[in-house]
């Protein structure tokens, strides 16, 4: 059973940073991709960022794209996500995510985290 918790979310003012942190379960192959996605109220489930399992390869939605780095440790199994310049809109759960393939598509997601709560304050 792979197990992915996130940690670091909370409630910063607009323009501020955040970084998040996810820890895999040793079920998960470190050869997988991670990523992220998000969710706001009322709006569907969006990809946020994705990292290659060698770190070699980045993709990142236009709406965090100079904002957010995406980026893993392998010998701890962690990916992190660094959020700068912080825009109420960024307010939403944040889900962590492992998979096979390097996608953006949630179809693609083997595993996903509990989520954890980010508030950007105006």
């Known amino acids: 059973q792979v197990q992915l918790v996130e940690s670091g979310g909370g409630l910063v003012q607009a323009g501020g940073s955040l970084r998040l942190s996810c820890a895999a379960s040793?079920?998960?192959?470190?050869?997988?991709?991670m990523g992220w996605f998000r969710q706001a109220p009322g709006k569907e489930r969006e990809f946020v960022a994705v990292?290659?399992?060698?770190?070699?390869?980045?993709y990142y939605a236009d709406s965090v794209k100079g904002r957010f780095t995406i980026s893993r440790d392998n010998a701890k199994n962690t990916v992190y996500l660094q959020m700068n310049s912080l825009k109420p809109e960024d307010t939403a759960v944040y889900y962590c995510?492992?998979?096979?393939?390097?996608?953006?598509?949630?179809?693609?997601?083997?595993?996903w985290g509990q989520g954890t709560q980010v508030t950007v304050s105006s």
């Open positions: 040793t079920g998960t192959f470190r050869t997988n991709a």
């Open positions: 995510t492992t998979s096979r393939m390097f996608s953006p598509r949630a179809e693609s997601v083997d595993y």
């Open positions: 990292i290659h399992w060698s770190s070699r390869s980045t």
